[in-house]
């Protein structure tokens, strides 16, 4: 990673990422700044960004056209986001997971593991979704506040639930 971007991770994440939304009145240029932070240090970033107030985003992340990263989400490395994406508050996506194969070993001692996370273009992701590693998220999706995605979601469907389940198709 350049010395540029992460300067400007740097200053994302100590200083620019708590600062409030453009509907306070002293909302001011801030959203703007986490803007153009966070299109110098995301591994792709599409036109128009928008990146709500204490996002944790990892630079390793590819974001698409006019998509936005919401209030409080937790976004690991290796997640693309498509275009067209907007999130509620509280969007936790996984990419790393811990490893529990052995019996005879800790948990705590197996490692991680990393699997890509993928969400497609014109998908609504409610607040407080959790979606594990990888999860690929069709495109025109919608989930549901709320919802734990532990499998790959196909286009079209609006899902729910703990685990989430298609509720039903938006093509139908």
């Keep these: 990673m350049s010395l ?3 300067l400007a991770y ?3 994440i100590a200083f620019f990422r708590f600062t409030p939304e453009d509907y306070r009145p002293y909302g001011l ?3 703007w700044i986490r803007r153009k932070l966070a299109e110098s240090f995301l591994t792709k970033c599409g036109k128009n960004l928008r990146v709500k107030h204490n996002a944790d985003v ?6 698409g056209d006019n998509s ?3 209030q409080f989400s937790l976004i690991h490395a290796n997640v693309k986001i498509g275009s067209y994406v907007i999130m509620g508050p509280n969007v936790k996506i996984y990419t ?3 490893n529990f194969e052995s019996l005879e070993t800790p948990i705590a001692l197996q490692g991680k593991s990393s699997k890509p996370t993928i969400i497609g273009d014109d998908v609504w992701i409610g607040a407080n979704v959790v979606i594990l590693p990888g999860v690929e998220v069709g495109n025109h999706a919608i989930i549901a506040a709320g919802s734990i995605v532990t499998k790959s979601v196909p286009d079209y469907a609006i899902i729910g639930g703990n685990p989430a389940k298609v509720i039903k198709m938006r093509n139908e």
Excluded: A, Q, T
């Design 68 to 70: 936005e990263l919401g």
């Design 29 to 31: 240029f801030f959203p």
């Design 96 to 98: 790393r997971n811990h």
């Design 58 to 63: 990892s630079p390793f992340v590819e974001v």
């Design 4 to 6: 540029k971007r992460k």
């Design 10 to 12: 740097f200053f994302y």
